[in-house]
């Protein structure tokens, strides 16, 4: 009788494991058949969702300009109409970026100007597809999918400036007496805190960027030399 009971729970163990087995298998598939659909959507299967268009190395800094390899209305006309500004002089980089999160592809492009005397101007532009529906996703309704509201990235934003004044007054960097938060902020180059902001997703993180005035003395310039300004919204 009990080697009756041991034989049926091996029984029962090894189905078990098979049914998990396949689960597993059926998911995989599931996954990559999602996966390939999206492949095929690419227009040239030679490249990638993401390519390199145009690269300019001839002058003093590189220019990388991509384009997307998706049927996307008027998407790359826009990236084009955004870099031709900066393309053919000397004084600027063109780099770019992009991340693939579930059923978003998300594109940032960073133009670093050395136009100016001081410290560099960056601008940023970002595009975020739905790769089901071939369509960019707006602002609005990237905020929607992650449940948040232009109030909620403004207090983000506001909270990191000042998190970025407190710790130069800190490290006695800048003096409080000669200028205030206020003053900081000014100096920062912006009318308001969602001035400029152009949103990314990555590993399943909202981002935004927010470019700034990096520079109106010496030690600021060194604060922010690095900085990406990428500030993570949601995590």
């Known amino acids: 009788m009990f080697k009756n009971l041991k034989t049926n729970k091996k029984y029962q163990l090894i189905i078990v494991i098979i049914i998990l087995v396949l689960l597993i298998l059926g998911l995989f598939f599931v996954f990559r058949k999602k996966e390939a659909n999206y492949d095929s959507k690419l227009i040239n299967k030679d490249y ?15 220019k990388q300009v991509p384009h997307i390899n998706l049927p996307v209305e008027n998407i790359n ?3 084009d109409t955004f870099v031709s500004p900066y393309l053919n002089k000397d004084d ?4 770019y970026d992009y991340s693939l999160t579930n059923n978003i592809l998300s594109l940032v492009i960073r133009i670093i100007s050395f136009k100016e005397q001081n410290a560099p101007i960056n601008y940023f532009k970002t595009f975020n597809i739905n790769l089901d529906s071939l369509e960019i996703i707006s602002a609005e309704e990237l905020l929607k999918l992650f449940k948040i509201d232009n109030d909620y990235v403004q207090k983000k934003l506001e909270k990191k400036f000042q998190d970025f004044y407190y710790e130069l007054v800190f490290d006695a960097k800048v003096d409080e007496s000669k ?3 206020e003053c900081f902020i000014e100096r920062r180059g ?10 990314y997703v990555s590993d399943s993180k909202l981002i935004a960027y927010k470019p700034f005035i990096i520079n109106s003395s ?15 919204i949601v995590g």
């Open 48 to 62: 990638g969702y993401i390519y390199t268009y145009t690269e300019n190395n001839t002058g003093t800094f590189s």
């Open 77 to 79: 006309e826009e990236i």
């Open 190 to 199: 912006f009318f308001g805190y969602m001035q400029d902001v152009n949103y």
């Open 92 to 95: 600027n980089i063109i780099t």
């Open 218 to 232: 010496t030690w600021e310039y060194e604060y922010f030399k690095d900085f990406s300004f990428s500030f993570e």
């Open 179 to 181: 200028c205030n938060l």
